[in-house]
């Protein structure tokens, strides 16, 4: 038996059949997007981006095939962060990571209350107003707290366990910060704890970096603590560079210092706090709420020493150091 089929019933037919892919495809949902907030630099930022993706693939989420991750980059200047925000919210995104401090949490903060965020701060989230509590954080804001300003004091016992002969010390900070003077309480405590004199150099820009490097070195300061934030991390290469310039003995908070030529580093591995964050993107993109995330404090700390530096400054790094430390760069 033969069937025949008219000019318009196979039109019709043929009609069906290419738009049923498209009506497929459209019933198929969106990807999810990430908008990904930074104060810092792209250039110094790219182990960081990497450890964030392989939290978000814990979670189940891979970019450019399950999700996508939208990046905007401050490049040090805060005053850039508001207009960045404002636009990751007009596309808008499923959630805004907002990473490299402070600055870039309360710049998500105040663009959206409905629109997830996790942060990935170095100071306390619930004194900067982010969060309620650690435990139960409330509202549409959850993250990671790093532990930067609070280990201070160990930096600082390491310091002298270096370089014992050392009773004059210094501390970098950048005094346009919120969290400047509370990190330099922090620090003139600790020195004092310690039986160490200590002087405060401040810098807010590059070329602030030479004159309060050289104001140091006529104190006799025998060492240096340059405090962690975003302006500073942003030029660790400057800043590595003038104390070499100047044969200053400095201690810095974050491994990338250390692993750049700086003498060395103690603190949290932002490695491993990025990699969290992601895994926490992943868990709010499934439905999770961030208001019932509690606050992640990681507990991984890294003690970095660069021999090759230390070397280079005449430091003779105690084999008892060397035993503690998790990385020691030749």
């Known amino acids: 038996m033969t069937v025949t089929i008219g000019r318009r019933e196979l039109l019709i037919a043929l009609g069906v059949a290419a738009a049923w892919p498209l009506a497929a495809r459209a019933q198929q949902p969106a ?32 970019e450019h095939r399950n999700v996508g991750i939208d990046y905007s980059w401050a490049e040090g200047r805060a005053d850039r962060l508001p207009a960045l925000v404002a636009e990751l919210v007009s596309r808008p995104v499923s959630v805004i990571a907002a990473t490299g401090g402070p600055p870039s949490a309360r710049a998500a903060k105040a663009a959206s209350s409905t629109i997830p965020v996790v942060f990935v701060v170095g100071s306390d989230p619930v004194h900067e107003g982010l969060v309620a509590s650690l435990n139960r954080p ?76 050289a104001a140091l070195v006529q104190q006799r300061v025998a060492a240096l603590l340059v405090e962690a934030n975003p302006f500073f991390n942003s030029r660790r290469e400057q800043i590595i560079a003038v104390a070499a310039r100047h044969a200053l003995p400095a201690f810095y908070g974050l491994r990338e210092y250390t692993a750049d030529g700086g003498l060395i580093s103690y603190g949290t591995s932002r490695a491993d706090g990025y990699r969290q964050a992601g895994v926490y993107v992943g868990r709010v993109l499934k439905g999770e709420k961030p208001a019932d995330l509690p606050i992640l404090q990681p507990t991984k700390f890294e003690l970095v020493i660069n021999l090759k530096t230390a070397k280079a400054l005449g430091i003779e790094v105690p084999p008892t150091l060397l035993a503690l430390a998790d990385e020691v760069i030749e």
């Open 31 to 62: 990807m999810p997007v990430v908008g990904f907030l930074s104060l810092e630099s792209p250039a110094q930022f790219t182990h960081l981006v990497a450890a964030f993706r392989r939290g978000l693939g814990e979670a189940g989420y891979v």
């Open 138 to 213: 409330g509202g549409n804001m959850t993250g990671v707290m790093l532990f930067i300003e609070e280990v201070v004091a160990k930096r600082l016992e390491l310091l002298r366990e270096l370089i014992p002969q050392a009773r004059v010390i210094g501390a970098l900070f950048n005094p346009g910060l919120p969290t400047a003077d509370p990190q330099m309480r922090e620090v003139e405590r600790a020195a004092r704890a310690l039986g160490l004199e200590l002087h405060i150099a401040k810098a807010s820009s590059e070329r602030e970096f030479e004159p309060a490097f």
